[in-house]
């Protein structure tokens, strides 16, 4: 039995279907079950991690934990955290997989790395995964590109190694279901770097649409961020770091490879996956 945390999220839900199909037994965690539309034969409870003990009662007969963290807050984290860590050590010795950040070693105050440590100050068997960015960002343009064929952001020199969503999950399959990775800290990117202005030009590829980047102030989307984010430090974070790679492209690794031996997707494969979403 595996459980899955964040379940219904983009990541969360490509393991569960992966996990499925492969035939291992799922127990999917979220908050209202009944809107989580899993594959049959999940087993879907509901549990929050802002409060611990409510995952405690689905931890029997789990040997693997697949982790997402929802709180973006350093602080808020520094208090759940352990308590999380703990609830999950009280049922054995679960491996954990955990979806951090690659920024998480640079950032140690960052709220991924409190959960890297607590998960490795817990004592359980841990793998940690940290992608770069994630290409389902992109889908915040969606309703421009839909709408004007436009998408106003800053920085679109930024160069990322945008990593897809399913690489990701099937890499975390791989640590679940096997002790090969125990303790093993994987870097995800994309297989090249694509700036911000090139993933908008490939979306409309796969669309079929001319699609076009225009640059604005950062402090034009800031408001927005620090909505969507709830976090004004987050946000800030967000901005600078795509400020620095205009300058410094986002780095490149073979990790997804290297586990699942293929090369990882292209942004271009993963616009083709999603360009429904923007048609």
Do not use: C, K
């Not at 405690?56 to 999380?84: C, K, M, N, S, Y």
């Not at 090969?180 to 490939?202: K, M, N």
């Not at 430090?233 to 205009?246: E, H, P």
């Not at 300058?247 to 690794?253: F, L």
């Amino acid at each position: 039995m595996i459980l899955v945390t964040g379940a219904t999220g983009n990541v969360g839900r490509r393991v569960v279907e992966r996990l499925a199909a492969a035939g291992h037994g799922v127990r999917a965690v979220t908050r209202d079950p009944s809107r989580a539309s899993l594959p049959a034969g999940v087993e879907v409870v509901a549990a929050d991690l802002a409060d611990p003990e409510t995952v405690r009662p689905h931890l029997d007969g789990v040997e693997a934990v697949f982790l997402i963290w929802p709180f973006v807050d350093p602080a808020t984290t520094a208090q759940l955290a352990p308590r999380v860590a703990a609830v999950l050590a009280s049922a054995g010795s679960p491996r954990v997989v955990y979806v951090s950040a690659a920024s998480a070693e640079a950032d140690p105050g960052s709220f991924w790395a409190v959960v890297e440590r607590a998960v490795v100050a817990s004592g359980l068997p841990w793998t940690m995964l940290r992608p770069t960015g994630i290409a389902t960002n992109a889908l915040g343009w969606a309703e421009s590109i839909r709408a004007e064929g436009v998408v106003r952001w800053p920085y679109g020199a930024a160069a990322r190694s945008m990593v897809h969503e399913d690489d990701i999950a099937a890499v975390a399959v791989e640590a679940l279901t096997t002790d090969r990775h125990d303790q093993r800290t994987y870097v995800l990117t994309g297989p090249r770097t694509v700036t911000q202005a090139e993933q908008v030009r490939t979306i409309g590829a796969a669309i079929g649409r001319d699609v076009r980047w225009q640059d604005v102030p950062a402090e034009a989307v800031r408001p927005m961020l620090v909505a969507a984010m709830g976090s004004a430090a987050f946000a800030d974070a967000a901005l600078t770091g795509w400020a620095a790679m205009a300058e410094t492209p986002e780095q490149v690794t073979g990790d997804v490879a290297a586990v699942l031996g293929r090369p990882a997707r292209t942004f271009a494969d993963w616009a083709a996956d999603h360009a429904a979403d923007f048609a």
